[in-house]
């Protein structure tokens, strides 16, 4: 998908700089993502939301975010309020919002701001924690990489287990149908299918996928059963992408169901625990994640990362150990799917590129 050409560049900045001139980063860099990735109506709201921040308006909530005392870019602080701001809308609160989701131009800057001095209490806890971007249209990654484990000779049934699992959508990929490129992998009665955009060779020409068990975790979990935190997920679609809508009401009527295995805990202490369980022989034992690792603590990586080589040294070709990451390479401002694996895999594979919610695929 090429660049919107008037899309603003991101700027390069230090991911733990903080003060003022990181926080104007943070909500440019913002803008231009969402510009290049076809989401002028999220760009705006963004740029109206920062207009009312450096002007030193938006009430208690623009004050919060002047004297942020993070650091603005990893924290996502944009789309916090961007996903307040749109639960905000899609609650029914604040008609006023309604034009400019609607795509109206207008006073975008004076709307926004006078939406986040009226409701404070209703915008201030959603700048407490990062954004839930739990998103079906990345499952396609796991399956992929999965494809090309199996491509190396590690058995095609997989033990997965997925940190950061937010409402466990991604933990439902065994319902989903996928189309990859000249490959597809299908269950019966699967509840959506899906068809990123493909670009290269297939990942595999086996079509061989099957899973032994599914379960991951979160520190705050989401439930799909519950309206409530249903419409937190929904705030953080951006409103043009109306097919992650369809997307994300398939995974709800999943998890009614049957809901996905996630226990709340810290994503090193799940792994850690994970890794020390029987492995059945003829099966592959897989860590996998997405848009997650850089919320991230630096020692929690580190544990997680240790706790892999760790059992890696272990693993054999009957019980192989195997890691998929699709996350957000901010040197060079793209996603990628690297892969790697046990015995042998020392070094990570980068896989494919991609558009953060599957629209295409870079196979490499």
Known sequence: MAEDAAAPRQADVAMDERGGAALATAFHNQVAYCKANRA????????????????????????????????????????????????????????????????????????VSGALE????????????????????????FVAGMLWLGSRGLPPAFECLEIGSSAGINLMLDRYAYSLGDVRVAPNNAVLTLKPEWRGPPPSTERKVGFVSLEGCDVAPLNLRDPAEALRLKAYVWPEHSERFVRLEAAIAAAHQAAPRIQRVTAAA???????????????????????????????????????????????????????SLEANRTVHRHELTGRYWPGGNNWALLATAHPHGEWVEWL
Request: aromatic residues 6%; proline residues 9%.
């Open 40 to 111: 002028p109506i999220t760009a705006g709201i963004v740029a109206a939301i920062w207009t009312a921040v450096e002007s030193g308006r938006g009430g208690p909530v623009g004050e919060r975010v002047r004297r942020w005392p993070g650091a603005p870019l990893p924290d996502a602080l944009p789309l916090r309020i961007a996903g307040g701001l749109h639960a905000l809308h899609l609650s029914g609160q604040e008609p006023a919002l309604g034009p400019i989701y609607a795509g109206a131009q207008g006073d975008a800057a004076g709307i």
């Open 118 to 141: 009226r409701h404070a209490a209703f915008l201030l806890p959603w700048l407490d924690g990062p954004p839930q971007t739990n998103e079906a249209g990345r499952s396609w990654a």
């Open 270 to 324: 799940f792994v850690e625990n994970r890794l020390r369980r029987h492995q059945a022989p003829g099966t592959t034992r897989v860590l996998m994640h997405s848009v997650m690792w850089q919320y991230m603590t630096e020692p929690e990586q580190e544990r997680i990362t240790a706790a892999m080589a760790n059992a890696g040294a272990q693993a054999t070709m009957e019980r192989p150990l195997a890691w998929l």
